[in-house]
T-cell receptor, first 120, second 112 residues
């Protein structure tokens, strides 16, 4: 168990409302990722982070923003939710950092349980 | 990014070996071959990865062709719990920050 949780696990909201999803990890991993999964598309990368306050866009970043103010938390925000953002969202982590050593070639990504978001 | 091609679905019987193929003809010299699987209603989980040599771990074996243009994930004795979608992914080396590009994967059905 890589110690990764997502909240909320389920959310129903209305078009135009802001939504924030939280990914929390307890294993001091350096890299964090947000993916969405839709039928017919597999998982697609939205944004990722390679350190505190260091983030970059993924494949499908339009309409999403992220923040990482501390190692443990990676927030995904939909400023104004749309029906096309109805999806299952997965957070992932990799690159476990041990004090004094930076594991740069940690090849395994650990995924959270997912958040099912419905935008009406 | 280099792409992979996998069959849409495969079937197996319990306790039999399963060979899941993956083609990646445009693989570059620094691309790692990763396999993940996703059980129903769960997030993906790492299975195995390799670069050039065949690899074994407690979950599976990875056989990589000599020209690296294809690979095969081998489950030695399938169980019902192995029924999942299996993704073959190429991960770039260097500063790719571990980004993964998932395709459609192979849906594996295991019959009792």
């Amino acid at each position: 168990d890589a110690g990764i949780t997502q909240s909320p696990r389920h959310k129903v909201t209305e078009t135009g409302t802001p939504v924030t999803l939280r990914c929390h990890q307890t294993e001091n991993h350096r890299y964090m990722y947000w993916y969405r999964q839709d039928p017919g598309h597999g998982l697609r990368l939205i944004h990722y982070s390679y350190g505190v306050k260091d983030t970059d866009k993924g494949e499908v970043s339009d309409g999403y923003s992220v923040s990482r103010s501390k190692t443990e938390d990676f927030l995904l925000t939909l400023e104004s939710a749309t029906s096309s953002q109805t999806s299952v969202y997965f957070c992932a982590i990799s690159g476990r950092h041990i004090k004094g050593h930076d594991i740069k070639r940690d090849n395994e990504q650990f995924f959270g349980p997912g958040t099912r978001l419905t935008v009406l | 990014d280099a792409k992979t091609t996998q069959p849409n679905s495969m079937e197996s019987n319990e306790e039999e070996p399963v060979h899941l193929p993956c083609n990646h003809s445009t693989i570059s010299g620094t691309d790692y071959i990763h396999w993940y699987r996703q059980l129903p209603s769960q997030g993906p989980e790492y299975v195995i990865h390799g670069l050039t040599s065949n690899v074994n771990n407690r979950m599976a074996s990875l056989a990589i062709a000599e020209d690296r243009k294809s690979s095969t994930l081998i489950l030695h004795r399938a169980t019902l719990r192995d029924a999942a979608v299996y993704y073959c992914i190429l991960r770039g080396g260097g500063t790719s920050y571990g980004k993964l590009t998932f395709g459609q994967g192979t849906i594996l059905t295991v019959h009792p």
